[in-house]
T-cell receptor, first 116, second 112 residues
């Protein structure tokens, strides 16, 4: 297993376009998290899934943001009508459920989005 | 509400010298605290975590952190830094899952 995989690693898009990012978690990790990291800041939690169920989405930044995990394996994060303020690194992490002291969340290398 | 403050944006340290990175948190219950490291082009890697018990926590790469409830702090230390420790370090706090709140990070530069 090579860890959490994110695709693409870099994306440049024009303002107003839609973009979709993919995250493949470590196999058998049924919890998956999305974070956003802007320049000079730490990651900011967006949403997470347990299997295919999205357990929290209130922290998604606007209704332009949506995430899915249809089969409980990979996940996608979509941003519609991108704005320059969406430029950031989008990180994915996965873990197994359980007591936090016994688990670790593994992060992918992220997708860097640039909106021009 | 939960939040983390890392007062130092950037620290420069000589190779072989000791390193201490500060972290202050705000959390309404017993905090779960973490330190992560992020190298350029790499994902976040967990250095160590604290949940309960011994307030001095040992992690990977020779790092340790001390939880001080009275000061709401969880400072990271390393007795002797190596050039490979140059990276960005993030302190995080969360509930009993990984919906974490991260600090803004401290960039560590190691000079020869």
């Amino acid at each position: 297993d090579t860890g959490v995989s994110q695709d693409p690693r870099h994306k440049i898009t024009k303002r107003g376009q839609n973009v979709t990012f993919r995250c493949d978690p470590i196999s058998e990790h049924n919890r998956l998290y999305w974070y956003r990291q802007t320049l000079g800041q730490g990651p900011e939690f967006l949403t997470y899934f347990q299997n295919e169920a999205q357990l929290e989405k209130s922290r998604l930044l606007s209704d332009r943001f949506s995430a899915e995990r249809p089969k409980g394996s990979f996940s996608t994060l979509e941003i519609q009508r991108t704005e320059q303020g969406d430029s950031a690194m989008y990180l994915c992490a996965s873990t197994v459920p359980g007591r936090q002291q016994n688990t670790e969340a593994f992060f992918g290398q992220g997708t860097r989005l640039t909106v021009v | 509400a939960q939040s983390v403050t890392q007062p130092d944006i950037h620290i420069t340290v000589s190779e072989g010298a000791s390193l201490e990175l500060r972290c202050n948190y705000s959390y309404g219950a017993t905090p779960y605290l973490f330190w992560y490291v992020q190298s350029p082009g790499q994902g976040l890697q967990l250095l160590l975590k604290y949940f309960s018990g011994d307030t001095l926590v040992q992690g990977i790469k020779g790092f340790e952190a001390e939880f001080k409830r009275s000061q709401s702090s969880f400072n990271l230390r390393k007795p002797s830094v190596h050039w490979s420790d140059a990276a960005e370090y993030f302190c995080a706090v969360g509930p009993n899952d990984y919906k974490l709140s991260f600090g803004a990070g401290t960039t560590v530069t190691v000079r020869a």
